[in-house]
């Protein structure tokens, strides 16, 4: 048995409208000012559920959960499992119509929520995983207002802060990712993709998501006007396996990581003096692809991704055979 579930859940009333799922490892003091946070700022009247997911904390976390009641619901895993299991596991008990993962390392303020729900709304039928902007913690820099692919077909966190105007007249950005630190979307649409693949380890289960979501038709999304701060990578053991979730990730959707690379592949390769460009007609093809004026994508770009990516692949099947 992985997990079982607080005897806390049997005392609550049935229909929440939301509810939120957040994973603990450690980190106790960034848990306890998270979830009082979290209590302060939610709409009043909300119908809602907090389901904390301990993932083998040794800190205190588990003796401090067993202190909580409604509208707290614990799941306590038996040793540490990851970040996709402890929320596939969390959210698995999710009664509400929206579902939120939240990271216990964030700093919420009032108005978090609402634009992310408007957001969703704003999306109808195909509204997919929307994100917010996000901010370090530490310095209130932007570290998140959606996620991108590089020229190399890889995730990127979009770290240019949305302007006052475009959060004014056009609050809702589309994206091919998010980060999964702070999310919303509907139960129903968690269990139709499956919720997170338990094969990522602390790092690319949210990129995944988003694309299952977009292969099914959603749109994702960021809510320019939801701003929280985040206490980036607290968690012990964040970054280990960085690289094999990369490469997980480059081998389920290599078709895709080229498609949506060559955007950034073609303003890659403008950068350079335009008199030394090696291929004009590529140049000329990059440059009416960027300004729409050519609906697909030139054949030399998504080659261009493809050798970038298909190098990146040798490089780790290498580190796996120890060559």
């Known amino acids: 048995m992985l997990a079982r579930l607080s005897p806390l859940a049997a005392s609550f009333s049935p229909g929440p409208r939301l509810s939120v799922v957040t994973s603990l490892y450690n980190c106790l003091p960034l848990t306890k000012a998270m979830t009082a946070a979290l209590r302060a700022t939610l709409p009043a009247g909300l119908l809602h559920e907090i389901i904390l997911v301990d993932d083998g904390s040794t800190d205190g976390t588990r ?165 929280i701060g985040h206490h980036i990578s607290s968690s012990p053991g964040r970054k280990r396996k960085d690289e094999a979730n990369t490469q997980h990730l480059a081998e389920s959707w290599r078709p895709t990581l080229v498609r949506l690379g060559v955007p950034a592949w073609c303003r890659h390769y403008l950068s350079g003096d335009p008199g030394t460009l090696p291929d004009q007609a590529l140049a000329r093809q990059c440059l009416w692809y960027l300004l729409k004026l050519r609906r697909t994508p030139p054949p030399g770009a998504c080659a261009g991704v493809q050798a970038i990516l298909e190098l990146e692949l040798q490089r780790w099947q290498s580190l796996a055979g120890g060559g």
């Not at 929520?113 to 995983?129: D, I, N, Q, T």
């Not at 209130?140 to 020229?151: P, Q, S």
């Not at 240019?160 to 129903?188: D, E, K, Q």
């Open 63 to 227: 003796e401090w959960l067993a202190t909580l009641g409604p509208p707290f619901r614990v799941v306590l895993n038996a040793g540490n499992l990851g970040y996709a299991a402890a929320n596939n596991r969390g959210a698995a008990l999710a009664r509400g119509e929206y579902l939120a993962l939240l990271n216990n390392d964030l700093v919420l303020g009032p108005g978090w929520l609402g634009p992310l729900l408007a957001a969703h709304r704003s999306l109808g039928e195909r509204a997919g995983v929307v994100g917010n902007v996000q901010t370090d913690a530490r310095t209130g820099v932007v570290d998140h207002a959606g996620i991108h692919f590089n020229h190399q077909g890889k995730p990127e966190h979009v770290r240019t802060p949305p302007s006052l105007w475009s959060r004014r007249l056009f609050p809702v950005r589309r994206m091919p990712a998010v980060t999964g630190a702070c999310v919303l979307l509907t139960t129903a649409l968690w269990r139709e993709l499956g919720g997170f693949d338990e094969a990522y380890v602390n790092g690319c289960e949210d990129v995944d998501l988003c694309l299952r979501a977009s292969r099914a038709g959603r749109i994702n999304a960021v809510a320019l006007r939801s701003v």
